[in-house]
């Protein structure tokens, strides 16, 4: 697994997590992020279970995991909060902030961890990180993909986490960790976005969101970080993205020949 | 994993199966003891048609196989519920033993420091790193962990120890209780073969009582022989030293 900083400015930084040479092969690869304010520290989707050895590794070079202040998690999926439970355990005083929607959810993953969260409401907050009087922000991303789900933007580095949102799954762990040819990347995010995006009206107001903040750089939680006008670039492109489809074809032609109709046969 | 991890989580896997094992085994002798009193409320019926004192003794002991269920029934609840426990048991205890083999991978990647440039392996023993400079306090913290997690390991561990010796007692119960119910079938049998053409009524219900016992002593066989394979298996978990 690799880290680097991706921002910083004085004792105020971002370090990229990601790209795991060494991880099982069945694990879709995620990028972690972690903002750190001083000596305080502020985890974006800490990610699964199985590479929190990984990501603890590369967070332990930039920062004591006692000096964490809270913890991010996007949204529900396992990609993104299965190790929760580890990292809550090794420091119990990270606050945990999800999407109020899933709270109850997440505590599935609490394996015998007492687990707390402060629920997100809706329409977003301001969270100061720590005591540094640095805030971040979450925006609203709710159906992108999840039906609750949040982007963040730190207006301290301009950096604006999108995570699904601009996801690609690339073809190798030594792709580059920021967009270099934006056509050429299109190829790794088309599927995911198509696939995994449920709402064309909720993208649609998410790409308003981000117009409105305008940053820098763009993280994504898979793939590649986006910067300067390959952000637009991307916004343009999932504008006129059709999206939430799958090969349906043979069911509309012949739904006897379809595998859950079996039984009639 | 580590070898001795990879060594335990096998076991735990193993103790896991058995757990289910016994209580698959147990479900199927759940309608054992009413099946066994239909048979004995049959059996009082036709003893009650036998006039003079054969007919006597045979009711008696026709009734006293009919109470026998009362005993029986308890019995196989207990072996029921202390299999479902401990296949509960065992898989609360797979949960954090997989908690357990993360924070030692961690310690493993951390000692290995392969991409801390800085800190060469010495240095992370040294006592000139302070709490926020080295690594050390992450190590022994989630050292800490480790073995905080490998006693909660040996707790549910010390709990399936228990149940097992539940369960070897229930299954000892039971078996001097079909030991009796043997017994009396064979006196019936003998009761019964004295008397001519009304003796041989009773030779379908001395059948199916032996019939049911035969099943129920052969279960009761693998269940024993599984809880020793899962006291061994304790022993071996509890045997073993964890070293991070
Ligand atoms: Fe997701
Ligand atoms: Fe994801």
Same mark, same amino acid.
């Given at each position: 697994?690799?880290?680097?900083?991706?921002?910083?400015?004085?004792?105020?930084?971002?370090?990229?997590?990601?790209?795991?040479?060494?991880? &099982?092969?069945? #694990?879709? *690869?995620?990028?972690?992020?972690?903002?750190?304010? $001083?000596?305080? !520290?502020?985890? /974006?989707? @800490?990610?699964?279970?199985?590479?929190?050895?990984?990501?603890?590794?590369?967070?332990?070079?930039?920062?004591?995991?006692?000096?964490?202040?809270?913890?991010?998690?996007?949204?529900?999926?396992?990609?993104?909060?299965?190790?929760?439970?580890?990292?809550?355990?090794?420091?119990?005083?990270?606050?945990?902030?999800?999407?109020?929607?899933?709270?109850?959810?997440?505590?599935?993953?609490?394996?015998?961890?007492?687990?707390?969260?402060?629920?997100?409401?809706?329409?977003?907050?301001?969270?100061?990180?720590?005591?540094?009087?640095?805030?971040?922000?979450?925006?609203?991303?709710?159906?992108?993909?999840?039906?609750? &789900?949040?982007? #963040?933007? *730190?207006?301290?580095?301009?950096?604006?986490?999108? $995570?699904?949102? !601009?996801?690609? /799954?690339? @073809?190798?762990?030594?792709?580059?960790?920021?967009?270099?040819?934006?056509?050429?990347?299109?190829?790794?995010?088309?599927?995911?976005?198509?696939?995994?995006?449920?709402?064309?009206?909720?993208?649609?107001?998410?790409?308003?969101?981000?117009?409105?903040?305008?940053?820098?750089?763009?993280?994504?939680?898979?793939?590649?970080?986006?910067?300067?006008?390959?952000?637009?670039?991307?916004?343009?492109?999932?504008?006129?993205?059709?999206?939430?489809?799958?090969?349906?074809?043979?069911?509309?032609?012949?739904?006897?020949?379809?595998?859950?109709?079996?039984?009639?046969? | 994993?580590?070898?001795?991890?990879?060594?335990?989580?096998?076991?735990?896997?193993?103790?896991?199966?058995?757990?289910?094992?016994?209580?698959?085994?147990?479900?199927?002798?759940?309608?054992?003891?009413?099946?066994?009193?239909?048979?004995?409320?049959?059996?009082?019926?036709?003893?009650?048609?036998?006039?003079?004192?054969?007919?006597?003794?045979?009711?008696?002991?026709?009734?006293?196989?009919?109470?026998?269920?009362?005993?029986?029934?308890?019995?196989?609840?207990?072996?029921?519920?202390?299999?479902?426990?401990?296949?509960?048991?065992?898989?609360?205890?797979?949960?954090?033993?997989?908690?357990?083999?993360?924070?030692?991978?961690?310690?493993?990647?951390?000692?290995?420091?392969?991409?801390?440039?800085?800190?060469?392996?010495?240095?992370?023993?040294?006592?000139?790193?302070?709490?926020?400079?080295?690594?050390?306090?992450?190590?022994?913290?989630?050292?800490?962990?480790?073995?905080?997690?490998?006693?909660?390991?040996?707790?549910?561990?010390?709990?399936?120890?228990?149940?097992?010796?539940?369960?070897?007692?229930?299954?000892?119960?039971?078996?001097?209780?079909?030991?009796?119910?043997?017994?009396?079938?064979?006196?019936?049998?003998?009761?019964?073969?004295?008397?001519?053409?009304?003796?041989?009524?009773?030779?379908?219900?001395?059948?199916?009582?032996?019939?049911?016992?035969?099943?129920?002593?052969?279960?009761?066989?693998?269940?024993?022989?599984?809880?020793?394979?899962?006291?061994?298996?304790?022993?071996?978990?509890?045997?073993?030293?964890?070293?991070?």
């Amino acid at each position: 697994m690799k880290s680097e900083i991706i921002f910083e400015q004085d004792d105020y930084y971002w370090v990229a997590i990601g790209r795991d040479k060494h991880k &099982n092969e069945g #694990l879709v *690869d995620t990028n972690e992020y972690l903002i750190v304010a $001083g000596n305080e !520290g502020f985890l /974006l989707d @800490p990610g699964g279970l199985e590479i929190f050895p990984e990501v603890l590794n590369e967070v332990a070079k930039y920062i004591h995991p006692k000096d964490i202040r809270g913890l991010f998690a996007s949204h529900q999926d396992p990609d993104i909060a299965s190790s929760l439970p580890l990292w809550v355990e090794l420091n119990p005083d990270i606050t945990v902030y999800t999407p109020w929607l899933w709270a109850g959810f997440l505590s599935h993953f609490a394996m015998g961890v007492e687990l707390s969260f402060v629920g997100i409401p809706d329409n977003g907050m301001e969270q100061q990180i720590g005591s540094s009087g640095k805030s971040i922000y979450f925006v609203p991303a709710h159906y992108c993909h999840s039906s609750g &789900n949040f982007s #963040l933007y *730190d207006p301290t580095a301009d950096i604006f986490f999108s $995570g699904d949102m !601009g996801g690609a /799954l690339v @073809p190798d762990m030594d792709y580059n960790l920021f967009v270099e040819n934006f056509s050429s990347h299109i190829q790794y995010m088309e599927g995911f976005h198509k696939r995994w995006m449920p709402s064309k009206s909720a993208l649609l107001d998410w790409v308003n969101r981000v117009r409105a903040i305008n940053p820098s750089m763009m993280a994504p939680q898979h793939g590649s970080i986006f910067k300067g006008e390959d952000i637009e670039r991307y916004l343009r492109w999932l504008e006129g993205l059709e999206v939430s489809v799958w090969n349906n074809e043979s069911e509309k032609t012949n739904i006897m020949g379809e595998p859950w109709m079996k039984w009639k046969r | 994993m580590n070898k001795t991890l990879q060594d335990i989580n096998r076991r735990l896997n193993s103790l896991n199966s058995l757990g289910l094992d016994v209580s698959h085994e147990s479900k199927s002798l759940s309608d054992l003891g009413n099946r066994l009193q239909v048979l004995a409320i049959n059996g009082i019926v036709l003893a009650s048609k036998v006039s003079g004192d054969r007919g006597h003794s045979l009711v008696t002991l026709t009734s006293l196989i009919s109470k026998l269920p009362n005993e029986i029934n308890p019995i196989l609840k207990n072996i029921r519920t202390d299999s479902m426990d401990l296949a509960k048991d065992v898989t609360n205890c797979k949960i954090r033993f997989k908690k357990f083999s993360q924070y030692s991978r961690a310690i493993d990647i951390l000692l290995k420091g392969e991409n801390h440039n800085s800190l060469d392996l010495k240095s992370l023993y040294s006592d000139n790193f302070t709490e926020s400079q080295g690594l050390n306090p992450v190590i022994s913290s989630l050292a800490k962990k480790s073995s905080i997690v490998y006693e909660i390991i040996l707790m549910l561990l010390k709990d399936s120890d228990t149940r097992l010796f539940q369960l070897s007692h229930s299954i000892k119960t039971l078996n001097s209780l079909i030991k009796r119910i043997h017994y009396m079938n064979l006196s019936i049998t003998i009761e019964s073969s004295a008397l001519k053409e009304e003796g041989k009524k009773f030779n379908g219900l001395i059948e199916k009582v032996s019939e049911l016992m035969n099943f129920l002593e052969q279960h009761a066989k693998i269940l024993i022989k599984d809880i020793e394979s899962g006291f061994v298996l304790l022993e071996k978990i509890n045997n073993r030293r964890i070293i991070v």
